[in-house]
C-alpha cells in the first residue's frame, strides 16, 4: 500500500513562490507515474503535471508549462512541485497522485493513490 503525504502548501501574496512536497511511504516509487493536481471550489480537478518517477521523465499539461516545476528527490522518495509568480486563480486544493505505468495522464481516474491535499491561497 503505499501512502503519499502532501506539504508546502500555504497563505502567499502574488507573485510569491511556494515548493509543495509529496512524500510517498510503504512502497517505492520506483516504477510509479507521479501527478500534482490541484482543485479550485467548484471547479473540476486540473492535471499540472506528471513524472516518471525511474527516470524523472517530466511532462506538463497544456498551459502549466512555465510557472509550475515538477521533479524529485530519488533519496527521499518524494516528489515536488515548485510554484513561482503565483496568482489569485492558483488558489486551490494541490494533491500528489500515483499510478503505475510510463505514460502521463490528467485523467484522474487513471490513478490508484491519492494524498490528502494541501491547501495553497494566493491573496494580498
Known amino acids: 500500500q503505499l501512502q503519499l503525504v502532501e506539504s508546502g502548501g500555504g497563505l502567499v501574496q502574488p507573485g510569491g513562490s511556494l515548493r509543495l512536497s509529496c512524500t510517498a511511504s510503504?512502497?517505492?516509487?520506483?516504477?510509479?507515474?507521479i501527478a500534482w493536481f490541484r482543485q479550485a471550489p467548484g471547479k473540476e480537478r486540473e492535471g499540472i503535471s506528471c513524472?516518471?518517477?525511474?527516470?524523472?521523465?517530466?511532462h506538463y499539461n497544456d498551459g502549466m508549462e512555465g510557472r509550475f516545476t515538477i521533479s524529485n528527490d530519488g533519496a527521499e522518495n518524494t516528489v515536488y512541485l515548485q510554484i513561482n509568480s503565483l496568482k489569485p486563480e492558483d488558489t486551490a486544493t494541490y494533491y500528489c497522485?500515483?499510478?503505475?505505468?510510463?505514460?502521463?495522464?490528467?485523467?484522474?481516474?487513471?490513478?490508484?493513490?491519492w494524498g490528502q491535499g494541501t491547501q495553497v491561497t494566493v491573496s494580498s
Open positions: 510503504g512502497l517505492s516509487l520506483d516504477g510509479w507515474g
Open positions: 497522485a500515483a499510478m503505475e505505468g510510463p505514460e502521463p495522464s490528467y485523467n484522474p481516474l487513471d490513478y490508484d493513490y
Open positions: 513524472l516518471r518517477y525511474n527516470d524523472g521523465a517530466t
